[in-house]
């Protein structure tokens, strides 16, 4: 039974943190170490997760200079065999998640899953549309995103700090590394995560977008990168009018 640290980065979040924090206290793998960072917040959010104190590893509140700084902290902090990231607004999909996850595979460097996306009414948007691929590289991202962040797990011994300079889309460079040092990918064929729409780089667009290019472009190379932004366009147009006519 390895042992998974769980992080949650929250900053003014008292509507949303309690749900986060029973989603991972609910869970039926008992070997989780959970931290919570908090961001000093003003709203109520710390005096939620204190009632928590008890249940929960490690609790920081204090100023940070942004999400991935925030989140740096808690990798710092843990001691786990893998590390998840379940951020405030998100959940682990259901009771039995962790305990399923590993019990697909013993030993694998990452396992990974699909999300579910909900609205700021906690309705469910359906399946990302970014489908989880059956197998999963580094370079499965170069058509996009296809993994959520809350929706896979890592050896934390392949794990580096995320790096400062992207603000919006760091977590897309960590992926990335974990995923090249990993020597066995496990799909755990199951939704595992279910995801607040809305997050800091959906509020920043077109500066998620840029990052994201700039990422992807280290990686894959420019000229290939460009080519493989052409058909992600065009995509991206086919489903919006395949959506469209399913609504109509």
Not at 218 to 238: D, Q, R, T, V
């Amino acid at each position: 039974m390895p042992k998974l640290t769980v992080i949650t980065i929250v900053y003014n979040n008292a509507r949303d943190i309690e749900r986060t924090i029973k989603s991972v206290l609910n869970q039926t793998y008992k070997k989780i170490e959970y931290i919570i960072i908090d961001g000093d917040s003003t709203d109520g959010t710390l005096e939620i997760i204190q009632q928590y104190k008890e249940q929960v590893s490690k609790i920081v509140s204090e100023p940070d200079k942004g999400i991935y700084d925030a989140m740096n902290k808690g990798l710092a902090m843990a001691s786990g065999d893998y590390v998840l990231f379940m951020n405030s607004g998100d959940e682990i999909y259901d009771e039995t998640t962790v305990e399923e996850v590993f019990d697909t595979a013993a030993g694998a460097d990452i396992y990974y899953g699909e999300t579910e996306m909900y609205n700021d009414n906690w309705e469910s948007l359906g399946r990302r549309r970014h489908e989880a691929p059956e197998e999963f590289n580094w370079t499965s991202f170069k058509f996009g995103m296809n993994i959520s962040h809350q929706a896979i797990y890592i050896r934390r011994s392949i794990l580096v700090p995320y790096d400062l300079k992207y603000k919006y889309s760091s977590d897309i460079d960590w992926i990335i590394k974990a995923a090249k040092k990993a020597s066995s990918i496990v799909n755990v064929h199951r939704y595992v995560a279910k995801y607040l729409v809305g997050g800091m780089s959906k509020k920043k667009h077109r500066e998620s977008l840029k990052e994201r290019f700039s990422i992807f472009s280290k990686y894959y190379g420019f000229i290939p990168n460009l080519f493989n932004h052409i058909i992600i366009a065009g995509n991206l147009a086919l489903y919006f009018i395949k959506h469209r006519r399913t609504n109509d």
